[in-house]
C-alpha cells in the first residue's frame, strides 16, 4: 500500500501553492472502511482516493472525507489517474466508483474524466433562503440571469449564482451550512459561482460536511455547472468553459469543462504529486 499526496487542478503557471490537495491510497486491498476514514481523516484534505484492484486499464476506487464516505470526488478521480499513469496505467483507465464507471484519460502530468450524468432540479423557496443565510447572502446578491438549482451527479451541489463583487466577500457560516448539509443529505459542496464571461467562471466551494471549511477545487460541481448550463440553454453548445477557484484561499486551482450538445460532460486538470 502507497499512501500518495497530489494537488490537483493546478494552474498553467505550476504554482507551487496551486491546487487542491488530495491523498490517492494505491493497493489499498487490505483495508477495512474504518482504516479508511482513518487515513482521510489524518491527512485532512477533502478527499483521499482509495484504489483497489488495479490493472493497467482499470480499477475500483472509493472517496472518503476526513468525516465519511461520499460518492464521488472530481480533483481525487484526476490525482488518481496521473498517480496510475505514472505506474504504466492507461492511457485510458475505467474507474468503478459507487455511482457507476467514470473513465479517465490521463497521462502523467494530467487527466480528464467523463462525468457521470447529471440531472438539475430548482431548489424549493424556503431551502434556497436558508441556504442564503447560511452564506449571509440575500437574493439581491444573486445573478438575476443564472436561477440557483441543485445539481445531482455523484454528489449533489447546490447551485448559487452571484453578482460580480459577491465571491471576494463570502464569509458563510460554517456551522448553518453544515446543519442544512446534514439536513438536506448534501454530500457535495454549495457551489458559489460567479460568471465572468460567456466560458469563464470563477467560483467558491464551502464544504462543512467534508470536514473542511471551504475545497479550494471541486471537478463534480464544475461538471454540474456545464450541465446546468446546457439543460437551462443559458450557453451555445458545444461549449468550453473555466472554471477558477481557491485564489481566495491562496491555492489557485483552474477546472476546464467540455459540455457536448448531448451526453456526459468531461472534467480536465492538471496534478502534480506533492513533496
Not at 436558508?130 to 454528489?155: I, K, S
Amino acid at each position: 500500500m502507497d499512501i500518495l499526496r497530489f494537488r490537483a487542478f493546478t494552474t498553467e503557471q505550476l504554482n507551487p501553492a496551486s491546487g487542491n490537495p488530495a491523498g490517492v491510497v494505491v493497493d489499498a486491498e487490505e483495508l477495512i472502511d474504518a482504516d479508511m476514514l482513518g487515513i482521510a481523516a489524518g491527512l485532512g484534505f477533502s478527499e483521499t482516493a482509495f484504489l483497489t484492484s488495479i490493472t493497467p486499464h482499470s480499477a475500483r476506487i472509493r472517496y472518503f472525507t476526513p468525516r465519511a464516505e461520499i460518492a464521488f470526488c472530481g480533483h481525487a478521480t484526476i490525482a488518481s489517474g496521473v498517480a496510475l499513469s505514472r505506474r504504466g496505467a492507461g492511457p485510458l483507465i475505467r474507474l468503478a466508483t459507487n455511482v457507476g464507471e467514470v473513465p479517465v484519460e490521463v497521462s502523467h502530468q494530467q487527466a480528464t474524466l467523463v462525468a457521470v450524468d447529471t440531472t438539475v432540479e430548482s431548489l424549493d423557496d424556503d431551502v434556497l433562503d436558508e441556504l442564503l443565510a447560511t452564506l449571509r447572502l440575500t437574493r439581491g446578491d444573486l445573478d438575476p440571469a443564472l436561477p440557483p438549482a441543485l445539481l445531482r451527479g455523484g454528489n449533489p451541489h447546490p447551485l448559487v449564482p452571484v453578482r460580480g463583487g459577491v465571491l471576494a466577500q463570502l464569509d458563510h457560516d460554517a456551522e448553518a451550512v453544515l446543519r442544512l448539509q446534514d439536513r438536506q443529505g448534501w454530500d457535495g459542496t454549495i457551489h458559489v459561482v460567479h460568471r465572468i464571461d460567456a466560458t469563464r467562471f470563477a467560483s467558491r466551494n464551502p464544504f462543512p460536511r467534508g470536514g473542511i471549511r471551504e475545497d479550494p477545487a471541486t471537478g463534480s460541481a464544475a461538471a454540474g455547472l456545464g450541465a446546468y448550463l446546457r439543460a437551462r440553454g443559458h450557453i451555445p453548445m458545444p461549449a468550453v468553459l473555466t472554471v477558477e477557484q481557491g485564489a481566495e484561499m491562496g491555492r489557485p486551482c483552474l477546472i476546464v469543462v467540455e459540455v457536448p450538445r448531448e451526453g456526459r460532460v468531461r472534467v480536465t486538470g492538471s496534478a502534480e504529486e506533492m513533496q
